[in-house]
């Protein structure tokens, strides 16, 4: 099969698309059958040595793809050749082929096109996991999301209004804020024209946030550390500007907030059972229309260096999918 392999560490333009074997079901696993494969920030950062884990040389990264199942291991009874299924694979998603654990894998329903199922599972259920197990964020509360027109920025915006928040999109170009209204955003922030923290306060009305999903990282970071209202949970997501913050921890100390890493791909592994709850209710929620996947761009697969970077540049609004 075709894919996209990773030899070294380095820019993307160093990675390859060769020829690789077919994987093989093992016990517990699946065989899909790609038919597209989502693109994330920190798949970027994975192939550049710049991300929390540094697998083994040579590896294929992507986490997310959405397919058929063409072969299935012993000891699952309860998936079958033929299916359509999404997956999170974390590593082997720019193939032709992965092998998947089969607790990783959810049955697609026939209305969610390829490159919208492979595109909806880190980044909606990112947000998902953030905002539900993290955030625990209620109804009314003010939710302020950086990076909102990014593909788990929008998917914050989105899935904030499907729990009832009061959602404050952070965005640097009028066309961005444009994309985080159109997906339910009820306050805009244009942080290249005004003063990020000052914006908060009025936007909060002196307040302060209740939750923060925060992105970007940096300067942005900064402002939003300082814009915590009382019993506020200021989310960890990323650092898409680049810069990786300090805290100073007295803040949250005089202001009474917490901060809250959120790490999907670890919960994945130490809740499954919860992950695979939360990716029904997504699922539920994209046939009701309270949640959509907006994809900016699906490119061949042997283009994925040119999909990463447009992820990396900041470029895409929604999300970028390859297909084999």
Not at 91 to 116: C, F, R, S
Request: glycine letters at 12%; a negative charge; one cysteine or more.
């Amino acid at each position: 099969m075709k894919a996209i392999v990773c030899k070294e560490f380095a820019s993307v333009e160093k990675l390859s698309y060769e020829d690789v074997p077919d994987p093989k079901a093992e016990k517990g696993q699946v065989v899909v059958d790609i038919s597209a494969s989502g693109v994330n920030f920190p798949d970027g950062l994975l192939v550049q040595g710049l991300y929390q884990i540094k697998p083994d040389f040579p590896f294929i990264p992507g986490g997310e793809v959405a397919g058929v199942i063409s072969e299935v291991g012993e000891g699952v009874p309860h998936l079958k050749v033929g299916s359509r299924v999404i997956a999170l694979c974390m590593l082997g998603g720019y193939a032709e082929k992965v092998a998947v654990p089969a607790t990783h894998v959810l049955p697609l329903p026939d209305e969610i096109p390829d490159d919208e199922a492979a595109a909806l599972v880190t980044a909606h259920a990112t947000a998902h996991h953030a905002l539900k197990q993290r955030a625990d964020i209620q109804p009314g509360e003010t939710l302020v999301v950086t990076g909102a027109a990014g593909g788990t920025g929008l998917a914050a915006v989105q899935i904030g209004k499907a729990m009832g928040a009061k959602v404050i999109a952070v965005c640097s170009t009028q066309e961005k804020l444009d994309i985080a209204k159109q997906n339910g955003a009820d306050i805009l922030i244009n942080y290249t024209e005004k003063d990020l923290k000052t914006a908060l306060k009025e936007a909060t009305g002196g307040k302060g946030a209740d939750v923060v999903y925060e992105c970007v990282g940096g300067d942005t970071f900064h402002a939003c550390s300082r814009s915590m209202g009382w019993n506020g949970r200021l989310l960890v997501v990323g650092f898409a500007g680049g810069t990786i913050p300090e805290f100073p921890v007295n803040l949250a100390l005089v202001k009474g907030y917490s901060v809250v890493g959120v790490f999907w791909g670890s919960f994945t592994q130490h809740q499954p059972k919860e992950f695979q709850a939360n990716m029904k209710e997504l699922l539920t929620w994209y046939l009701q229309g309270k949640v959509k996947v907006i994809v900016d761009q699906t490119l061949p697969l042997e283009r994925a260096h040119e999909a990463l970077n447009k992820v990396l540049g900041r470029e895409v609004k929604g999300k970028m999918a390859l297909r084999p």
